[in-house]
């Protein structure tokens, strides 16, 4: 299943439920070097289950996301059904069906590798007002050398190796040479056993229940659970990446 737009068909529920969500300081970062507002209209490509869309939501912007997943879009849509600023449709980051000039951001959380990185930043050229903003954001764990934070990443990269890190190289061609400015926060996420359990299964290349694999993968990070908890919790690190920029023209 190469195309990444139905590689998380069977995944829905479990990114909905257990992939991280993004730091409130998220924000304030973007309220003072972008100038976010409640009235700021954010196109968010690769909405998916809506993640980043609820935090805008609740800040007050208008929000379309835009998901070629039905499967994720429909978790999306059911998630965020209380907000009347939200909008969904069926899209792509190259072909993303809105008028031109229309949004005030473009948003991609945890979906930028998956773009055509020339087709996209014409896409994102082409729906953005002038003076619009371009921000890619990703939730990546540190590389510890030791205690729990390194062994899940062996557990991740022996169970769900997707190898689909940042490259710096492609978000120098979607904002055209080195024209983003990049900042860190710090974020986290707090597991009990299934919980363990569902955050590596939400990945893409997660083995899927029912199988041998995912029965071991199961075992393996039970066994990591029972090592590392502390009052039937684990908590793991990230580091909120945050890219950000406007389209040299």
């Known amino acids: 299943m190469s195309d990444p ?7 829905a529920a479990a990114y909905s439920r257990y ?5 409130p300081g998220l924000l304030d970062l973007l309220h003072r070097e972008c100038g976010l507002a409640p009235a700021s209209v954010v196109a968010d490509i690769g909405c998916g289950t809506g993640l980043l869309a609820e935090l805008l939501l609740g800040y007050g912007c208008e929000v379309i996301g835009v998901e070629p997943n039905l499967e994720m879009r429909q978790a999306g849509e059911q998630q965020l059904s209380p907000y009347p600023r939200f ?8 072909a993303t ?9 473009v948003t991609a959380a945890q979906a930028f590798h998956w773009f055509d990185p020339p087709l996209a930043r014409a896409e994102f050229s082409r729906i953005l007002r002038p003076g619009g903003w371009l921000v890619l954001i990703w939730n990546e764990r540190p ?3 030791s205690g729990f934070q390194a062994a899940y990443a062996e557990a991740a990269d022996r169970f769900a190796n997707e190898l689909n890190r940042i490259k710096e190289g492609q978000i120098d061609i979607v904002f055209g ?12 996420q707090r597991l ?9 299964s939400s990945t893409s290349y997660a083995p899927l229940p029912g199988t041998p694999e995912h029965d071991a993968m199961e075992q393996a ?29």
């Open 143 to 145: 590389r510890e050398k």
């Open 87 to 94: 909008h969904s449709t069926a899209g792509r980051a190259e």
């Open 97 to 105: 069906g809105l008028p031109d000039s229309t949004v005030d951001f």
């Open 177 to 188: 040479g080195h024209h983003w400015h990049i900042e860190k926060l710090p974020n986290q």
């Open 221 to 249: 990070l039970g066994a990591l659970f029972d090592r590392y908890q502390q009052q039937g919790f684990v908590t793991l690190l990230y580091e909120t990446l945050i890219y950000f920029g406007k389209l040299s023209k």
């Open 19 to 23: 992939r991280p969500a993004y730091p």
């Open 5 to 11: 737009t139905v590689r998380f068909s069977v995944r």
């Open 192 to 200: 009990d056993r299934a919980g363990l359990v569902g955050r590596l």
